[in-house]
């Protein structure tokens, strides 16, 4: 693999954000119309207070979800040209975390709601709890896991950056990723590359 200037590495590593960002935007989106819809269908009234509060969780965290998967693109467009890249790259991992977790809540809280509608309290619960521990694992914490089995970037051999934040991109082992955000600035970045601010 050819060596990567800091600008291509966090071109490359946005492109790769966005990408999966659009495989999570898709059932937020669904998920989100479903559930604006429902409080318009004639079931809705019968429903009480409990699961009326279960339903403005799921909406509210469907809500914040589209929004954390939304930003990054927004974010770029006003960005645009201004040689923060690796910030908005940085900005853009912490986003997709954060639309993950509300995603993961929404879904959960409206699983709960229509399990609850069709059958009762204690099959609600049972399945909401499976699917928030399945979720949980597959999502966060076996990821987590297999980061803390990593050895630290020194431990590679690659020069390591003091400057780096834990949970920033270029973390997870492909050549050329460590250090990537460890550098002053974008604008200086830029220019060493010869390549036009973005």
């Not at 999570?24 to 079931?43: D, E, K, Y």
């Not at 699961?51 to 960005?79: E, G, K, M, N």
């Not at 020194?154 to 460590?178: F, I, M, N, T, V």
Request: hydrophobic share 40%; aromatic share 8%.
């Amino acid at each position: 693999m050819k060596q990567e200037s800091h600008q291509e590495r966090a071109d490359r590593n946005f492109v790769e954000l966005l990408q999966g960002a659009r495989v999570a935007v898709t059932g937020v989106q669904v998920l989100f119309a479903f559930l604006l819809t429902v409080p318009f269908s004639s079931g809705f009234g019968r429903i009480d207070l409990a699961d009326r509060w279960l339903y403005y969780v799921a909406l509210v965290s469907a809500a914040v979800a589209s929004i954390c998967y939304i930003a990054p693109t927004t974010q770029h467009r006003v960005l645009f040209r201004q040689g923060l890249k690796e910030k908005l790259v940085r900005r853009s991992n912490f986003y997709g975390i954060a639309g993950a977790l509300a995603l993961a809540v929404s879904m959960t809280a409206a699983t709960m709601l229509v399990v609850d509608y069709l059958f009762h309290a204690t099959v609600a619960s049972v399945t909401a709890a499976a699917l928030a521990v399945l979720s949980a694992w597959t999502w966060f914490v076996q990821p987590a896991l297999d980061r803390s089995d990593q050895p630290s970037p020194s431990g590679r051999g690659a020069h390591p950056s003091p400057s780096k934040e834990p949970g920033e991109p270029g973390e997870s082992g492909e050549p050329g990723d460590s250090g990537e955000s460890g550098e002053p600035g974008d604008s200086g970045e830029e220019a060493s590359s010869g390549e036009p601010r973005r």
